[in-house]
């Protein structure tokens, strides 16, 4: 049965960032949550440490925990996020948009600390190494469908592409694609839509900015 919560880790919970989950405290209360399956740290610098899904029901519940088991990182290292048509996913919803806008806000701590002059604004070296995971990311961040399982669902699809450094992302829904197009562009890649020659479906390629 998982322990009570102490009131310094009840207050360190309440204390979290509403809309990242992001935590501040001492390093044995920010270990105690994440063995009460209520915190994960982020495996990248600086390991800030974030609620999990369970956090924020306590949170916003006030009460005790359930137990919980903490999701483990990716085998890349950061958060999975949806690239679209898997054919298992998680399921989606204010926790999940939570959890994702959590891992967005870890990704750019990481262009902090690894571009050289420390800016947010454009991709870092870890992004450019994983390019389909960053692009999701971004989009899974800002809100976008990623498509289901099934090929005639709607929704964004990442997928790799034989040009270096370029990702391709497939939305048939014309407004929706351009939306993407967007926030990749906020999020510091480099833009353009093109047409299917043989389907005369529309997709954007993605490239991250350099400078």
Do not use: I
């Amino acid at each position: 049965m998982t322990r009570p919560l102490t009131a310094p880790q009840r207050r360190l919970v309440e204390a979290a960032d509403p809309g990242t989950g992001r935590l501040r405290g001492t390093p044995a209360q920010l270990a105690a949550l994440v063995k009460h399956g209520l915190a994960f740290r982020h495996p990248r610098p600086p390991h800030d440490h974030f609620l999990t899904p369970a956090g924020h029901r306590a949170r916003e519940a006030g009460a005790e925990p359930e137990p919980a088991q903490v999701e483990a990182p990716a085998a890349t290292g950061v958060f999975a996020a949806r690239v679209g048509g898997e054919r298992s996913a998680p399921e989606s919803g204010p926790a999940r948009l939570r959890e994702v806008r959590g891992a967005w806000q870890g990704m750019l701590e990481l262009r902090r600390m690894t571009n050289a002059d420390g800016s947010t604004d454009r991709p870092c070296g870890w992004e450019r190494s994983h390019l389909v995971q960053a692009a999701a990311l971004a989009l899974e961040a800002a809100g976008h469908r990623p498509a289901g399982a099934d090929a005639g669902d709607g929704g964004y699809r990442v997928r790799e592409t034989p040009q270096p450094e370029a990702v391709a992302v497939h939305e048939p829904d014309g407004g929706a694609l351009r939306a993407c197009a967007a926030t990749l562009e906020g999020a510091g890649w480099q833009v353009g839509e093109y047409t299917e020659p043989r389907t005369r479906a529309r997709y954007l390629l993605a490239s991250p900015r350099r400078v």
